[in-house]
């Protein structure tokens, strides 16, 4: 497909304008098939209705929803996808409407080593149709790189006020970097939107690499602020412990040396506990979810779940909502979808979009869910 960047790529008519649709007896919600990708990993709106893609194996993808038009993004670096690798998350700057501006993350090899790199380019689409990203450029690179395919993370989110960009990098199945001061890894860091530190990160003074903002985090595969600012996380624990967490300035949030689950050799963890000096999870899954994208949910099509976060499940194949009270958050629902869902994305309108990621049997594709009674 990137060899013929001017030919659209359209889905079936059915499937493109979401008839092919089921509801279970036991869900709230309608869903409609919309696409098929082969490995997709997350997606954003454009203002028009359109969405941006990307796929596993590092290839971005402008979706139109309406006519099921698929058109490859030139521009994007090489990806390096091996294991747990992937062109990873796609999220619009919030100066897009002035400057084009997307952000991105992905995996890549740097000599012999890995790491999670975050990039920006500007969205340029030509009158023949032909799509681009113009001017990209690696803004931040995790640090270290090591060895292994693993816990990249790479998830991103922009701050409230639009100042500041939130960013993920997982500590990558080494354990110790999520305490190292000095390492980005198994870290939720605070940047500029140019991808330098941002200023007065609270634990710069004492030493830590200046973009750390909280530390002791395990594979970060979601991020996302709530109405009132606050930022919630989730994580996958090792064998058990999944975690959703409220992320706070300078915490620790434990991981190696506290977690809910165990090691995947049986070899124990201590669990969290009061005055250990770390900070617990808000919510705990074991057995596991494996949770895969996060969405704080705000629109008007589900007004009864307003307020939640919505986890799509990958070993689980489940979609999760949890409901939040403030810095409170309980286990709400948990639905199975039948496959495995990397990405959970709220529509214009309110739907929920998910992603598939297409392994085990799963198809990748991109799914639509609105009110059964609609």
């Known amino acids: 497909m990137t060899a013929l960047p001017l030919i659209l790529i359209a889905c079936s008519a059915e499937n493109a304008t979401g008839q092919n649709s ?180 609270p634990l710069a003074a004492k030493g830590f690499h200046p973009a750390i903002w909280s530390y002791g985090h395990r594979n970060l595969l979601g991020i996302a602020f709530d109405k009132d600012g606050r930022l919630w996380e989730q994580e996958m624990g090792p064998k058990g412990g999944d975690e959703v967490n409220l992320i706070k300035p300078s915490l620790n949030y434990g991981w190696p040396k506290a977690s809910n689950g165990s090691h995947y050799d049986g070899r124990d963890i201590p669990d969290h506990k009061a005055g250990d000096g770390f900070e617990a999870p808000k919510v705990w899954w074991n057995p596991v979810i494996s949770p895969g994208g996060l969405l704080y949910y705000a629109g008007d099509m589900f007004p009864q779940w307003k307020n939640s976060l919505f986890i799509g499940g990958l070993s689980s194949q489940s979609l999760v909502r949890v409901k939040l009270d403030g810095e409170k958050a309980e286990k709400a629902d948990q639905w199975d979808m039948g496959a495995r869902i990397r990405e959970v994305e709220q529509g214009p309108d309110g739907a929920l979009w998910l992603l598939e990621d297409g392994k085990e049997g799963s198809q990748g594709r991109m799914l639509k869910l609105t009110p059964a009674a609609s």
């Open 22 to 201: 089921a509801a279970a007896a036991d869900k709230p919600f309608k869903t409609s098939v919309i696409a098929d990708f082969d490995s997709p990993w997350a997606m954003t709106f454009l203002p028009d209705g359109r969405a941006l893609v990307t796929e596993k194996a590092g290839e971005m993808i402008l979706f139109d929803p309406r006519n099921g038009t698929k058109i490859p993004i030139a521009g994007i670096p090489a990806v390096d996808s091996a294991g747990q690798g992937a062109l990873m998350d796609v999220v619009l700057s919030p100066t897009f409407a002035r400057d084009k501006a997307v952000y991105f993350s992905f995996s890549e090899e740097r000599d012999g080593v890995k790491g999670v790199a975050l990039a920006k380019g500007a969205f340029n689409q030509a009158s023949d149709g032909t799509t681009k990203l113009d001017g990209v450029t690696v803004l931040f690179r995790a640090s270290p790189y090591v060895d292994g395919n693993g816990h990249y993370s790479g998830r991103i989110a922009f701050s409230p006020d639009g100042q500041y960009l939130f960013f993920t990098n997982g500590e990558r199945q080494k354990f110790d970097p999520a305490q190292d001061p000095k390492a980005t890894l198994g870290k939720v860091l605070r940047l500029n939107l140019d991808g330098t530190p941002a200023a007065n990160n």
